[in-house]
């Protein structure tokens, strides 16, 4: 089965920031990979698609890149509102990543 | 619009069974997949397998290829996930979620576990 590698596990940032998020896959994936936010008490929501694709009502500030085992999640300008934790899935056997808990510095 | 909407909490006993289900609507039901997701406490996302809407043939991550069974009621346009001889450690939230890349979810089962 493929596994992922989220990281990091946790992260604390400032208003304003630019945050990075990893995933790495145990094989090529090609890029069929996901990215979901989910806030507490909340069911996860779709933020990436296709590793690169904003997902209908994604605010711009969100983008995902990389290929084969390597991929990003990048939040720009990090508002409040951001503060969740982050999940990759690769839809080939749709195995989640551990998660990144983002919290405010 | 299209929603998933659950079924309510459960608390059980060691031992009993539970089936949750999970209502479409918004969209044409037998369109896309129906996947399951089991959240611990406190935990992250454990992907537990889906069903083809179409067919009603269920696959399952190797964790949960015991005890799990999906079904549908396509005519009610409703996904079941049940649960047989429960465990502590099936203490948890459980999500249906819409689709391969899992664009709508529903709200969770809160499903607790206790003697």
């Known amino acids: 089965d493929i596994q992922m590698t989220q990281s990091p596990a946790s992260l604390s940032a400032s208003l304003g920031e630019t945050v990075t998020i990893e995933c790495r896959a145990s094989?090529?994936?090609?890029?069929?990979l996901a990215w979901y936010q989910q806030k507490p008490g909340n069911s996860p929501q779709l933020l990436i698609y296709?590793?690169?694709s904003l997902a209908d009502g994604v605010p711009s500030r969100f983008s995902g890149s990389g290929s084969g085992t390597q991929y990003s999640l990048k939040i720009n300008s990090l508002q409040s509102e951001d503060v969740a934790s982050y999940f990759c899935?690769?839809?080939?056997?749709?195995?989640f990543g551990a998660g990144t808990k983002l919290e405010l510095k | 619009q299209i929603q998933l909407v659950q079924s309510g909490p459960e608390l059980k006993k060691p031992g009993e069974s539970l089936k949750i289900s999970c209502k479409a609507s918004?969209?044409?039901?037998?369109?896309?997949?129906m996947q399951w997701v089991k959240q611990a406490p406190g935990k992250g996302l454990q992907y537990m397998g889906w069903i083809n809407t179409q067919t009603g043939k269920p696959t399952y991550a190797d964790d949960f290829k015991e005890r799990f069974v999906f079904s549908l009621e396509t005519s009610a346009s409703t996904a079941y996930l049940q649960i047989n001889n429960l465990k502590n450690e099936d203490t948890a939230t459980y999500f249906c979620?819409?689709?391969?890349?899992?664009?709508?979810w529903g709200q969770g089962v809160m499903v607790t576990v206790s003697s």
């Open positions: 296709d590793a690169n």
């Open positions: 918004g969209y044409t039901f037998t369109d896309y997949a």
């Open positions: 979620a819409r689709g391969h890349t899992m664009v709508c």
């Open positions: 899935q690769q839809y080939n056997n749709y195995t």
């Open positions: 094989e090529d994936i090609y890029s069929n």
